[in-house]
């Protein structure tokens, strides 16, 4: 290639070789703080107390409704009627939910056991024989709430969805697809194996029952009105002898979510009104009342800022990115990758010009004008940022809440580290594209 040649040709660039030696410790003391932050929130509502919490120590502004979805909002020099400058991540990550009569024993294998609904788009053979813990709460008749957090202390006990061994697997799994090898029904939790004592019918369920009584002060028909969360009981840890990557439970999306938490509390006098927002329940599609789909919070938000403004024309001069992860080109599967439109792990922040399925169906497609401007805002502040694109044409895809907003009449478009190993309970992420999207969450909210 001749030197005149070279200069016209777009190259990717690795986050490692781009970051000055002062970014590369910044991005170690970032990670710290994420690794932290995750484990402290693997739930959407322990997020949000988690958000909460930053926001009071920063005296910034925060709206929250239903203890679900969250705004934090810096003011702008100019008026809101020129619109917002937001960041919007999601705090809900796949799992596996407790159903509403949970509670049974199996008395061939003397176990009681939780029955669990999966939340998300999980590979279901991924969630056995891992260590898990509870985490959720407990809304009794009277209204008064048990917070329920079990499996993390390194004192407290943990739980696990059992399997079959090797030996006896043959006809029930091995020969099936992966896919039905294991069923959504037989993930149920393994909670305890002592019997009651005494003439009781159910003895291990009603054990149960009874340290459940003792500990919490609950019945049976308590967990009803419950949500309880099943979650990996381990922590966020370092990964690679270089220590470049993370490893962890729920970094999609919480390697977005802390970013933009950074990026928002750490922000100065922005121009326009800037806001990062939080929202439950993107993993099963943004329905419900404290998700992208409805947008009842932000309009609220935006008459609250200021009563007089036109809130339909406050939206269309807004700005937004939908922070989300992106598919991590995944060695031993690269031929589901196009390889030149998708991102690689420590090649910085993820831009997707747009998501969906077979031909761009329900894709948020962000305008050549609006990625103009956000290369523009990255190439000036020397942020590393990659393309990406959800594996090749017509072998999957996937959405986020980009479209939610867009409709709207923002400009919106998506922006988010990518991650390996997505949707399963150990997801890794590179510390460099983790500190990436922090810097430009933080560009964006600036202008
Ligand atoms: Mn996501
Ligand atoms: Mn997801």
Redesign the pocket.
């Known amino acids: 290639m001749t030197e005149k040649e070279s200069k016209y040709v777009y190259k990717k660039k690795s986050a490692w070789e781009i970051f000055t030696k002062d970014q590369i410790k910044k991005t170690y003391d970032f990670a710290e703080e994420y690794k932290k932050f995750l484990n402290a929130a693997k739930t959407e509502r322990e997020a949000v107390q988690e958000i909460k919490k930053a926001a009071k120590k920063t005296k910034k502004k925060i709206m929250i409704n239903r203890e679900k979805e969250a705004a934090i909002i810096i003011p702008g020099k100019k008026p809101v009627s020129s619109g917002l400058r937001i960041v919007i991540s999601?705090i809900d990550s796949p799992r596996l939910d407790l159903k509403q009569v949970p509670l049974y024993e199996d008395p061939d294998s003397n176990l009681a056991l939780f029955e669990t609904h999966y939340y998300g788009g999980i590979k279901k053979f991924q969630w056995v024989t891992i260590p898990l813990a509870l985490h959720g709460i407990v809304v009794k008749k009277d209204g008064k709430k048990i917070i329920f957090n079990m499996g993390e202390d390194e004192k407290d006990p943990i739980f696990s969805v059992s399997d079959l061994l090797p030996h006896l697997s043959h006809e029930v799994q091995d020969t099936k697809k992966i896919d039905d090898a294991i069923k959504g029904e037989s993930l149920d939790v393994v909670v305890g194996s002592i019997p009651a004592t005494g003439d009781v019918k159910d003895k291990f369920k009603t054990a149960i029952l009874d340290k459940l009584h003792k500990d919490y002060g609950m019945t049976e028909e308590d967990f009803i009105s419950a949500e309880i969360e099943v979650v990996p009981a381990y922590k966020a840890r370092d990964m690679g002898f270089d220590r470049s990557l993370i490893g962890a439970y729920g970094q999609?999306?919480g390697a977005s979510t802390f970013a933009s938490l950074k990026a928002i509390l750490d922000l100065k006098n922005p121009e326009f009104t800037a806001m990062s927002l939080f929202v439950d329940k993107?993993?099963i599609g943004s329905e419900g009342n404290a998700t992208a789909q409805v947008s009842t919070f932000l309009r609220s938000i935006i008459k609250e800022l200021d009563p007089k403004v036109d809130i339909d024309k406050v939206m269309l001069k807004s700005k937004v990115v939908s922070a989300?992860?992106n598919a991590a080109v995944t060695p031993n599967y690269t031929e589901v990758f196009e390889l030149k439109n998708a991102s690689s792990l420590g090649n910085g922040i993820v831009m997707s010009k747009y998501t969906g399925h077979g031909g761009k169906y329900s894709a948020n497609d962000a305008s050549a004008e609006y990625v103009a401007e956000i290369r523009t805002i990255l190439n000036k502040a020397k942020i590393p940022w990659q393309t990406g694109e959800l594996g090749k044409v017509d072998k999957g895809g996937g959405g986020?809440v980009a479209k939610y907003f867009s409709r709207l009449g923002m400009e919106v478009i998506d922006l988010g580290p990518p991650v390996l190993s997505m949707h399963s309970p150990f997801e890794v992420t590179s510390k460099a594209d983790v500190y990436s999207s922090y810097l430009a969450y933080s560009e964006f909210l600036k202008k």
């Open positions: 999601h999609d999306d993107e993993e989300d992860v986020t």
